[in-house]
Structure formats: C-alpha cells, structure tokens
C-alpha cells in the first residue's frame, strides 16, 4: 500500500471473486474491497474512493497480470462508454456471477428461506439484442486518452452516449452493437449530415444548439421508428435533415420529431410529431409454437420491454408460476402497457391492470383491443387506493396477483397491501434483487416463497431480472 496526494493506491492486489452489481471482490488484512474495472483472478493496482473501517471502494489504476478469465472486446468504445461493462467475461462466466448475485441478495437482504434457485436462463443474442437506442448530440465531444496523449484537444461536436459521471460530455460513438447495425446507420448518418451542414449541436450547459437526442426502435416484424429530438424548431434544416436520412436509410418505416425547448430531455410531457410514416411500429410477443404471436403497438413514448425475445423467456416463466386454469381473477399491477397480462390472458377468467401513468394505461387498452382480449380492464391510478373493497366488489378479489415494479421495488404501503388483500398466489417479477429482497423479507410475514428464476435481459451487463413466486401460507 502506499499513499499519493492523500490517494491510498493498493499496489498488486490480487481479486478473487465477484460481488454485485457489476463490482469485483478483494480482501486485505480482513477488510474487503469492492473494485469497478476488473475480473476475478487479476492482479491490479486500485485507488481507494471510499475507505471505511471494514470495507473499502476503488476503481482499477492498472492491471499488473490479467485473469486467465478474461477475454478480448469486441467494442472499440469499451472501457470509455458505460454500457456493455462485462464484455471482458465469457458469457457464460457472466451467467455464472448473475446467478450468484441473486441468490447472495435474496439470502443476505430478504433473510427469508428459499427454495434451491433455479438455473439462469441465458440470450440466446449477446450483440443485437436491444431493440430501443437513445443517443445524445453535443457539442462537447469527451476526448479519449490517446487525444490527450498527443495534445490533439479538439473538442467539437458528438453523437452518442454520455460519459458515465460527466453529465456534459458525449462520447462519439462509431459502431454500437447493442442493436442491428441499422442504428449505426442512422446515427452516423444523422452526424454526417449535420457536420456537413454546421448544425448545431445541443449544449447542455448554456441550453443551446440545435440537435439534441435520437431515439431509434426496432421491432422483430422489421419495423423501424426514429424519433429526432430538437432543442427548437428550423423546418428548413429539419426537412432537409429528414430527406436525406430517408433516403439513405431506406428501411424506417416511421420517422418523427420532437421539438424539446425544456433543460431535461424527458419527451414524456411532449407530443412528438410524424414527419413520415403511420407515427408507431408494431411488435410481436410468442407466446409458444402452436399459439398466435401477441401484437403490441409501439408509439414514440411507449414503455416496452428492450429485449423482446428475452422478454417472451421472462414472461413465459411468469405465466407458468402463475399456474393458471382459466379460472382465476388476475391483478396486474404497474401493468405499463398491458404486456405481461395481455400475454397470460388466454389462461385466465378475468385480467385486472393497475398502473399510475395514465398514457400507458391507454397503450394498454389498445393492445388489449388489437389482440382481441375483451376480458381485461385497465385501470390509472395509485394501487393503495384504487384495490378496496368497494373495489373488489365490481371487479373481484384477485387469485393471483403480479407485479412488476421499477428498479426501486415496491412501495412499503403497497406491501403491506398485499398482506391485506392475502391473495393465493403472488408473482414477483424484478429488475433489482436487492430491492426485490427486502419486498420478500416483508411478504414473508404470511407468505412463503416456492420457486425463483433469474432471467438474463442484458447481456455485458450486470442487471438482471428475477422471478418469484410466492404462496400464501
């Protein structure tokens, strides 16, 4: 160990395991260290960013021997872009942390008795697998290492990804393998053009500058959405943009704009406007080979799963948890647009969705209509106060109910809901172990956990999806 500037840097430091979310594992003299940028197996010189007593966080300065683990990326921006973070690990290794991480979460923070945990279901796509993009222009071009390096410290313009922890730098990113190669198409297409033209590129700072996002979705049918989000309106230098993007990139089916004058770059409370095409996709979900292919339309504000065939995986498991014969009343909650009821439907006697944003709600219903489901309802609304008894009596308690909360888990009065409505069956689907283990701890109050199923969604990435089905005991 030795100190720099008051910098503790923890010299030849050998890692021998994986922790969470996306961290590697160390100990020294007792104390374990939790390290971003390394394999276990490497021997690395870290810099401490937090030192506390019995554990301590740092980030790798430099890899002494690299782990026999390790394997070479295939993205030229890894390592300076802050997604794909696991593309140095075999797949498979990868699955094997996932796995790992679950059941640690489950057992540390839910302190509850699990079944054994079933083995992760992986993608079967590691590259391509996405089928939603955004990307950020900027006139703050984040320069890499070897720029700096030779002092060619020309900044200019970028499109592509925010730096991870520098909210005004963009790196420019060439080719993303995140979805078909269709994305860097249209991107690089959309730079070019700009650049030729002295478009202006937005800056975050001042709120100036012209281009701001793009938002591409590609959908299994072969449907392609661009949604171009502007600081203000030029029609002149729009309208030319759009017809040269047509024109090069053949295959968008749908292209709009967005003219966003606000200093976040939510487009939720805006109204995107169709310069070409119907102004949505569509997409389909299987739900197995002998049944009809569920169809959802996708409009440019739309919640959907980004992994559409890891999604039909995620949502195959959640239907057989659920168990269902055809009589059972099934409650929905943070329903988005209706995906995971509308896709157990065809097994159940009545589908019930309960989510707070009103527009998904909508979304809902019309992909409930377009699939000819006529026995679920959607509701807007907070959960805790639209499922009474008054509530109950129009609609019917539920016998199974599944949710599907965001990354923060579920609210604690909406646990202690649960506990009061003391439904059958209930199915947990999470983007968040951890969250999703202190929701499990709570529940265990009267229910008991059967089964557990991690699903892959992210490939190169730490996230994962778990599901969990509980039964009242």
């Keep these: 160990m030795r100190k720099k500037d008051k910098r503790i840097i923890l010299e030849n430091l050998l890692i021998t395991d994986y922790a969470a979310e996306g961290k590697a594992l160390a100990k020294l003299d007792g104390k374990v260290i939790f390290i971003s940028g390394a394999v276990p197996g490497d021997i690395a010189d870290v810099l401490l960013t937090k030192n506390k007593k019995d554990w301590a966080e740092g980030r790798v300065l430099k890899i002494k021997a690299f782990s026999k683990e390790r394997v070479t990326p295939f993205c030229s921006h890894f390592g300076i872009c802050g997604g794909c973070k696991w593309q140095m690990l075999p797949y498979p290794k990868q699955l094997q942390y996932k796995q790992q991480e679950v059941e640690q979460n489950l057992r540390r923070i839910g302190k509850v008795e699990l079944p054994g945990i079933l083995p992760i279901i992986g993608g079967d796509d590691t590259v391509h697998y996405r089928n939603k993009l955004e990307f950020t222009g900027s006139n703050k071009r984040y320069l890499l290492p070897e720029e700096i390096a030779t002092d060619n410290l020309i900044q200019g313009n970028a499109l592509g990804f925010h730096v991870p922890r520098i909210f005004d730098k963009v790196i420019d990113i060439n080719d993303c393998y995140l979805m078909d190669d269709v994305n860097n198409k249209i991107r690089n297409t959309i730079r070019a053009f700009a650049l030729e033209n002295k478009f202006s590129f937005y800056d975050i700072r001042e709120h100036t500058g012209w281009l701001r996002n793009i938002i591409i979705r590609l959908s299994t049918t072969g449907e392609l959405m661009v949604n171009i989000c502007l600081n203000y309106d030029e029609e002149t230098d729009r309208t030319k943009l759009f017809d040269h993007l047509l024109n090069q990139v ?13 200093w976040n770059d939510s487009i939720y409370d805006l109204t995107p406007q169709v310069f070409f095409g119907k102004g949505f996709i569509t997409e389909k979900l299987s739900a197995g080979p002998d049944e009809d292919a569920f169809e959802f339309k996708i409009s440019a504000k739309s919640f959907f799963q980004t992994n559409t065939k890891q999604a039909e995986k995620l949502y195959t498991v959640t239907r057989d948890f659920a168990a269902l014969t055809g009589h059972e009343i099934v409650y929905d909650l943070y329903c988005g647009t209706g995906s995971i009821g509308i896709f157990v439907s065809k097994l159940a006697k009545k589908i019930i969705g309960v989510e707070v944003i009103e527009e998904a709600i909508a979304d ?29 009596g129009v609609h019917g308690r539920p016998d199974v109910i599944i949710t599907d909360p965001p990354r923060a888990g579920m609210h604690e009065k909406l646990v202690i809901k649960l506990l009061e409505i003391a439904a059958p069956k209930i199915v947990y689907v999470s983007c968040n172990t951890a969250t999703q283990a202190r929701d499990l701890g709570l529940l265990s109050e009267k229910y008991a956990i059967e089964k557990i199923q991690p699903v892959d969604m992210f490939p190169h990435t730490h996230h994962i999806e778990c599901v969990v089905l509980l039964k009242l005991k």
């Design 364 to 392: 809902a219903k019309e992909n409930a209509a377009i699939n000819n489901i006529n026995h679920a309802e959607f509701f807007s609304g907070d959960v805790i106060k639209i499922c009474n008894d008054e509530f109950f």
């Design 250 to 262: 053949p295959g968008i089916t749908t292209l709009l704009y967005t003219i966003n004058p606000k």
